[in-house]
């Protein structure tokens, strides 16, 4: 790893730890001190209401700021260049970002589940672990007695997952640093409009044709991708099949954030 | 061992910005790069910094590209009109930035030059104003551990004093540590003394490209009765004139006929680089024929 790399991806964490902690400092006052502060003044705090306010999802709230974090790309970007940093540095740093990061989320949130909501909720692990995300999915894959094994691959699975996010973010976020203030906000408005509009004329086209489709392929496909093999032995699901889907979108993604991350210029330069 | 600019054209929307330009930046020089406004100095700065990208031609530095090297982007700084430091930034943590990505930085001289400026380092860099905002940048630009350092309008906002400081500073860390320095300015009678080499653009060309001492040597003001200043400078480059009464100045650039004999009421003098550059870029037809 060259210096230059080794310090725009020191930079990049540092900074992007902070505004973790800000979030999660955010979320805590939000989702925590506000329903205290008013059972408070409403004289019904009870320890099992503060006990369920401390019930929050973690992850899903890492899941939100990985994916909106590298969206953010043009600040940094604009710091770098000034500072003599390459876009192709810029591409690294940012991608070693994620996958640190990534890793760093998954801890807490695994940790805060296993150590805050499931002892709340007064459950075992192996109990707990069948109430999680990846679990409740993929849980029976490697054994039900196997809880090491299950907990390795879901930790290694959210992983991949908080990556997959984070390289989306980028890829859109490297998009959007090409574009104008004016076309980035129509952009953002206009896409949802037209998306909606687009789907209702498909529902109502599909509705009136008298062409019988068959969604039965794309369904089977899209069930696969996610890791349905129908196979009931192993369970419903095989998170195998799920980790190489994310892995070949991580790919994509990182492929076309590089693609516009070389193209980045500095606007009214 | 320089930075080589060839061919380097750009146009934005079809409109032309620069023209085929051919530049050589030695080390351990000062040079000004000068230009009316729109005829794109910043553009050029930025295309050599890489911070966007040419229609054609290449940048060089000791021959290695400068598009997306940090070996070659990590040599040079610019400090440009356009600020690109967050607004919510401290400028102490700036310069911490500074020194982690430039692998060093002058600290010491950095907090020096934030005294003499009275530039509180704890602000933050939104909050400054255009002057201090320019302060701030013309100590980064000084401290950095570049080889080629460019100066885009570096005195913007700045008041004369400060602007005198910046002056002397430049040349003492000039003399210590000899580097580079383009600086593109409008306030061209402040920096005559202080560059060696001039590069004038002038409708999207470069039209002057020599050291100051050889260029001026080269431009005259030649003054006197109207019919034997003209009868003097027929056939001459003149590349601007000025009439009071029936006293006339024409402005040449190139060199004067060794043959004709200069008559008693004219009298002849060495322009000084403002008023060549005024010439030059405000008479087209003139500049047309400057080499």
């Known amino acids: 790893m060259s210096a230059k790399l080794k310090a725009t991806t020191r930079y990049l964490l540092r900074e992007q730890l902070s505004y973790l902690g800000i979030v999660y400092l955010i979320v805590l006052a939000v989702l925590i001190g506000m329903p205290l502060i008013s059972a408070i003044f409403n004289h019904n705090l009870t320890w099992q209401l503060f006990l369920n306010s401390l019930s929050i999802n973690v ?35 940012r991608m070693l970002n994620i996958i640190s990061l990534s890793f760093i989320g998954e801890v ?74 004016t076309v980035r906000r129509v952009v953002i408005i206009a896409v949802p409009i037209l998306g909606l509009f687009f789907l209702g004329f498909l529902v109502n086209w599909i509705a009136r044709t008298s062409i019988h489709l068959n969604f039965e392929g ?52 | 061992m320089s930075i080589q600019i060839h061919a380097v054209s750009q146009s934005f929307h079809g409109r032309s910005i620069l023209k ?113 905002r320019s302060i701030f940048k013309l100590i980064v630009a000084l401290c950095v551990p570049a080889d080629y350092i460019f100066l885009d309008e570096p005195v913007l906002g700045l008041d004369a004093n400060h602007r005198e400081l910046f002056y002397q500073e430049l040349i003492e860390t000039y003399s210590e540590t000899p580097r580079t320095f383009v600086i593109s300015t409008h306030l061209i009678e402040e920096i005559a003394n202080l560059i060696e080499h001039v590069f004038v653009l002038d409708d999207h060309k470069i039209v002057i490209n ?55 009421t004219v009298k002849l003098e060495h322009l000084d680089l403002q008023k060549l550059f005024i010439n030059l870029t405000t008479e087209k037809k003139a500049a047309a024929h400057v080499s």
């Open chain 1, 108 to 181: 807490i949130a695994m940790a805060y589940y296993f150590f805050v909501t499931n002892a709340i909720a007064h459950r075992s692990f192996s109990a707990g672990f069948k109430y999680e995300f990846y679990g409740q999915l993929y849980g029976n894959f490697f054994g039900a007695h196997n809880l090491a094994g299950n907990l390795l691959m879901n930790f290694i699975f959210m992983w991949l997952a908080f990556i997959m996010l984070g390289l989306c973010g980028m890829a859109v976020g490297s998009i959007f640093s090409l574009l104008t203030k």
């Open chain 2, 20 to 132: 085929d330009i051919n530049l050589t930046i030695e080390p351990n020089k000062i040079y000004g790069l000068l230009g009316r406004n729109g005829a794109g100095k910043s553009t050029l700065l930025n295309i050599i910094s890489n911070r966007i990208f040419p229609s054609q031609g290449t940048v060089t530095l000791d021959e290695e590209s400068m598009n997306d090297n940090d070996r070659t982007l990590g040599r040079i700084y610019l400090m440009s009109e356009v600020n690109l430091y967050s607004e919510r930034a401290k400028l102490n943590k700036l310069f911490d930035t500074t020194e982690l990505m430039y692998g060093s930085f002058n600290r010491q001289y950095a907090n020096d030059l934030a005294d003499k400026f009275g530039l509180d380092l704890t602000s933050r860099f939104g909050k400054l104003s255009t002057g201090y």
């Open chain 1, 59 to 93: 992850g899903f709230i890492f899941s939100c700021f990985i994916f909106i974090l590298p969206m953010l790309t043009y600040d940094n970007f604009k710091l770098l260049i000034q500072n003599g940093t390459s876009r192709k540095t810029y591409w690294r740093a």
């Open chain 2, 210 to 264: 020599g050291s100051v001492p050889d260029i001026l040597e080269r431009a005259y003001t030649i003054s006197g009765p109207d019919a034997d200043v003209k009868q003097y400078t027929a056939g001459l480059n003149i590349i601007g004139e000025d009439h009071l009464g029936g006293i006339t100045a024409h402005y040449v650039y190139g060199a004067l006929a060794d043959d004709r004999p200069i008559p008693d």
């Open chain 1, 218 to 269: 794309l369904a089977k496909f899209l069930g696969f991708l996610v890791g349905f093999t129908g196979d009931h032995q192993v369970g419903p699901l095989n998170p195998l099949i799920a980790t190489g889907t994310m892995l070949v979108i991580s790919v994509i993604m990182a492929g076309i954030a590089y693609y516009f991350n070389h193209k980045l210029k500095i606007k009214n330069a």
